[in-house]
């Protein structure tokens, strides 16, 4: 598990584009047989790809989060973004075809992931933050989730959110996890953008074409940076930091936040006249 520190916004002006890429962009998250997480001192979020191949993978982090097992103290948000697969929980199996998903209470000691076919590996992409409630595990089928519907042809970001650890769906301590699938033709996610200031935000950008690429921007609404992104790759939003982006081709976006509080919509909006 690989290690990001928080960072100052006045800091954040200096960086440069390497050094931006290295604070906040995660670039490898899936890969055949490997467990690839990354720990963010921002809200101490924990997320990664997950991607069994021919043999079942588990979680362990007992002795880097100074516990006895991965959720003594967390809980866990779970999409399978690959082919079929299946999550084991204290020996309970769920079936996760694509784009299903799973909350998991906080308490739950043994994890295992496998796929159905290893030359077709699931993907499991995880979000897991600090819980001091143990609430219900929750199986979360797409087809059973009423997407919002936002946007519009004519402004470039048409969408469906598709919300999983949501207070609409499951109970959660401060987890919440969604899906945005953009209509073809449109490639603007959130624009006007926004910050929330009592939450951070991950982004995972997938679905998209190898050649196809996503400008991620962040930073402070008056001094604005973006990141160069391809296909499964992570951007980590901190609470004072936009973040919305725009892309040569439409694609589907995984957000994950924690914080404060679990309203969805508590957003701080920017003007467009104030962004620089």
Request: hydrophobic share 35%.
């Amino acid at each position: 598990m690989e290690t990001r520190y928080a960072h100052h916004p006045e800091d954040v002006k200096k960086y440069t584009t390497e050094e931006l890429r290295n604070h906040f962009l995660v670039e490898t998250l899936f890969e055949a047989g490997q467990v690839h997480l990354t720990y963010t001192h921002v809200d101490r979020m924990i997320f990664g790809g997950v991607t069994p191949a021919k043999e079942e993978l588990t979680i362990k982090l007992d002795k880097q989060l100074g516990v006895n097992y991965f959720l003594e103290r967390r809980e866990l948000g779970i999409i399978n973004i690959g082919d079929a697969g299946v999550v084991l929980l204290d020996g309970v199996e769920y079936d996760m075809d694509r784009r299903d998903g799973l909350y998991v209470g906080r308490g739950t000691k043994d994890v295992r992931f496998r796929s159905k076919d290893a030359n077709k590996p699931a993907k499991f992409y995880i979000n897991s933050t600090p819980a001091h409630h143990t609430y219900p595990t929750v199986k979360i089928d797409i087809n059973n989730i009423d997407p919002l519907q936002a946007g519009a042809p004519g402004t470039l970001n048409e969408r469906k959110i598709y919300q999983y650890v949501h207070p609409n769906v499951c109970q959660s301590c401060q987890l919440q996890m969604g899906l945005t699938m953009l209509s073809p033709g449109s490639v603007w996610n959130t624009m006007p953008c926004h910050t929330h200031e009592r939450r951070m935000e991950v982004y995972l950008y997938f679905d998209m074409e190898p050649e196809t690429r996503v400008f991620h921007f962040m930073g402070k609404p008056d001094e604005t940076r973006h990141l160069v992104m391809k296909n499964e790759q992570a951007a980590i939003s901190p609470s004072w930091s936009i973040h919305t982006g725009t892309a040569t081709s439409n694609y589907t976006f995984i957000w994950g936040m924690c914080g404060e509080n679990i309203t969805y919509d508590d957003m701080d909006f920017v003007k467009m006249e104030d962004l620089r």
